[in-house]
């Protein structure tokens, strides 16, 4: 079961909640209609699932002030609503959000809950359904055409976060490809759209090995900030081994707030840029040897991705907690260049930039 905070952009690579769904979809006069798994099904080949519901049962049945009480399916849905539709190949989308983060469900395994903590399914009518693929629709709504036109009509909220529902992409057009080259301009978005799902899925095997060999290796957590005035109080005086940067250019005040923050690594330059609208800005610029930066990226990426308050540059610089192996920035680079080893990669941060470079293409 999906929650606003796991629908990430494009595909949908973890997620915490797992949900009972006591029903089977079948056909019944050309339809798909759910049916409840009668409790002698439940308890004969779904045993420990049964026994679930019994320790539960006096919740269940006391729902909706003891709407379920005396009734034989109390384990059931008060209201069985969109049941059939769960399950077939869909977009998933968060209703708040800074932009359009629309993802792939081809498989169907993923329910929704509701509200501003939760979030939609979209699927395509039947009719359209040749002509309009789960990846198009998807690059379509992720677009920055798409993007744009919702946030001249939707709520806007704190932090630059916008009411994504259905009342305010429910108008956005679609174009239905009719000519051969529209057709040919469709196949080349869909194919683009798989290979920046194939990118992520790398960059996600990337941080749970930073995250694993961190956590195995580093002993000594500093903060962003600790690392940076340890390196204005030794550069110049100690040797560069001992310093984690070779650089370090200080852009915006720390107090300056904004909608969010993203990363850049490039050129042995790692760039923290604030986010106000649509609009990013240099805030902080580190610059060091490439597997160093790679490991400070990946931890500062973490508390951007958690759902700690993060708003300003002072923020980022105390709350990010850097693991290292002793304190040593010579220890430390062991982390980087296990992780490296072990997915392959040459560059640990670069298949989210090429999925950055990728996005402005898909514009139907």
């Given at each position: 079961m999906l929650k606003n905070r796991d629908t990430k952009r494009w595909t949908i690579l973890e997620y915490k909640n797992l949900l009972l769904f006591p029903y089977r979809i079948v056909q019944e006069n050309g339809r798909r209609k759910s049916k409840i798994i009668d409790e002698n099904e439940l308890r004969t080949k779904y045993p420990k699932t049964w026994q679930?519901?019994?320790?539960?049962?006096?919740?269940?049945?006391?729902?909706?002030?003891?709407?379920?009480?005396?009734?034989?399916?109390?384990?059931?849905?008060?209201?069985?609503?969109?049941?059939?539709?769960?399950?077939?190949?869909?977009?998933?989308?968060?209703?708040?959000?800074?932009?359009?983060?629309?993802?792939?469900?081809?498989?169907?395994?993923?329910?929704?809950?509701?509200?501003?903590?939760?979030?939609y399914g979209i699927i395509t009518k039947e009719k359209w359904r040749d002509q309009v693929s789960v990846k198009f629709l998807v690059a379509s709504l992720n677009s920055s055409i798409a993007d744009w036109r919702v946030k001249q009509i939707a709520s806007e909220f704190e932090g630059g976060f916008y009411s994504y529902d259905k009342n305010a992409i429910r108008t956005l057009p679609i174009k239905l490809p009719s000519t051969d080259e529209e057709k040919a301009l469709v196949e080349e978005i869909e194919d683009t759209v798989e290979e920046i799902i194939d990118l992520l899925k790398k960059h996600h095997l990337v941080r749970s090995l930073w995250e694993e060999w961190s956590e195995k290796l580093g002993n000594k957590k500093l903060t962003l900030r600790k690392l940076i005035e340890t390196w204005e109080k030794g550069v110049g005086r100690l040797p560069q081994e001992r310093l984690f940067f070779t650089d370090v250019g200080i852009i915006s005040d720390e107090g300056t707030e904004y909608d969010g923050f993203e990363l850049e690594l490039k050129d042995g330059v790692l760039k923290l840029l604030g986010r106000e609208g649509d609009i990013l800005t240099p805030v902080l610029e580190l610059e060091g040897k490439e597997e160093l930066l790679e490991h400070v990226y990946f931890s500062i990426l973490s508390l951007l991705e958690s759902r700690r308050k993060v708003r300003t540059l002072s923020d980022v610089l105390s709350k990010t907690t850097v693991p290292t192996i002793d304190g040593s920035p010579t220890e430390t680079e062991r982390i980087t260049a296990i992780v490296k080893e072990k997915a392959n990669a040459k560059h640990l941060t670069s298949f989210l930039g090429i999925v950055r470079e990728n996005e402005p293409t898909l514009t139907p």
């Amino acid at each position: 079961m999906l929650k606003n905070r796991d629908t990430k952009r494009w595909t949908i690579l973890e997620y915490k909640n797992l949900l009972l769904f006591p029903y089977r979809i079948v056909q019944e006069n050309g339809r798909r209609k759910s049916k409840i798994i009668d409790e002698n099904e439940l308890r004969t080949k779904y045993p420990k699932t049964w026994q679930y519901l019994l320790e539960n049962r006096k919740i269940l049945e006391n729902r909706e002030r003891g709407k379920m009480r005396n009734n034989p399916y109390w384990y059931g849905y008060i209201y069985e609503k969109n049941h059939d539709k769960f399950e077939l190949p869909k977009a998933v989308g968060k209703t708040l959000a800074n932009r359009s983060t629309f993802a792939i469900d081809n498989s169907g395994k993923f329910y929704l809950t509701c509200g501003a903590g939760g979030g939609y399914g979209i699927i395509t009518k039947e009719k359209w359904r040749d002509q309009v693929s789960v990846k198009f629709l998807v690059a379509s709504l992720n677009s920055s055409i798409a993007d744009w036109r919702v946030k001249q009509i939707a709520s806007e909220f704190e932090g630059g976060f916008y009411s994504y529902d259905k009342n305010a992409i429910r108008t956005l057009p679609i174009k239905l490809p009719s000519t051969d080259e529209e057709k040919a301009l469709v196949e080349e978005i869909e194919d683009t759209v798989e290979e920046i799902i194939d990118l992520l899925k790398k960059h996600h095997l990337v941080r749970s090995l930073w995250e694993e060999w961190s956590e195995k290796l580093g002993n000594k957590k500093l903060t962003l900030r600790k690392l940076i005035e340890t390196w204005e109080k030794g550069v110049g005086r100690l040797p560069q081994e001992r310093l984690f940067f070779t650089d370090v250019g200080i852009i915006s005040d720390e107090g300056t707030e904004y909608d969010g923050f993203e990363l850049e690594l490039k050129d042995g330059v790692l760039k923290l840029l604030g986010r106000e609208g649509d609009i990013l800005t240099p805030v902080l610029e580190l610059e060091g040897k490439e597997e160093l930066l790679e490991h400070v990226y990946f931890s500062i990426l973490s508390l951007l991705e958690s759902r700690r308050k993060v708003r300003t540059l002072s923020d980022v610089l105390s709350k990010t907690t850097v693991p290292t192996i002793d304190g040593s920035p010579t220890e430390t680079e062991r982390i980087t260049a296990i992780v490296k080893e072990k997915a392959n990669a040459k560059h640990l941060t670069s298949f989210l930039g090429i999925v950055r470079e990728n996005e402005p293409t898909l514009t139907p």
